[in-house]
């Protein structure tokens, strides 16, 4: 896998974070150290899931050494399908948690996380440079959760979230088409 396709693949999961990111301060119910929590929650909890999907492949092929680039495939696009399928059902308008409680931040933070999970199945079945995985994973999540503090704060709009949903689920799915048609030698 070379780096614009994972750079993509990290903005696509970060979509997430910055969707649910906007909603905790549209409900402006953030000050600086609840701000510092939020990040915090939001990038370290997904990151340890990332790598424990990392470490639950490693195991997986260590019992099914065949398993190669097609699980990598079927993984993005499940991605994709759930990113989409997210974009239509989610009313961001009607999730109103207190993001200053600690139970709040770490049930989301997990929610967040499972694809971040999803995530690590899928880059472990690839080449790829775990360092370069790593900076880029907290990169992105720190800022996908400024920029949705920041545009959630100017915008006021739900619907931005649902947009990002809808745009980071057509990117994994065209990596994971992209890859397909150079398995299938097609390019």
Request: glycine share 10%.
């Amino acid at each position: 896998m070379n780096l614009p396709d994972t750079i993509i693949l990290i903005f696509a999961a970060s979509t997430n974070i910055f969707a649910v990111s906007i909603i905790a301060h549209i409900h402006k119910c953030l000050k600086g150290f609840d701000k510092l929590k939020v990040i915090a929650f939001f990038t370290l909890i997904p990151l340890l899931l990332y790598y424990a999907g990392t470490a639950i492949t490693g195991l997986v092929q260590s019992f099914f050494p065949d398993l190669d680039r097609w699980m990598m495939l079927v993984v993005f696009l499940i991605l994709g399908i759930r990113y989409i399928l997210k974009a239509f059902k989610m009313k961001s308008e009607e999730r109103l948690y207190d993001y200053t409680q600690w139970s709040v931040l770490l049930g989301l933070s997990i929610a967040i996380g499972m694809d971040y999970l999803i995530l690590g199945l899928g880059f472990k079945f690839s080449n790829y440079n775990p360092q370069i995985v790593l900076i880029l994973l907290l990169v992105f999540a720190i800022l996908a959760t400024l920029i949705g503090f920041i545009w959630g704060k100017k915008t006021g709009k739900f619907v931005w979230g649902n947009r990002m949903l809808y745009l980071g689920g057509l990117l994994f799915i065209g990596i994971a088409l992209k890859g397909l048609i150079q398995l299938l030698g097609l390019v």
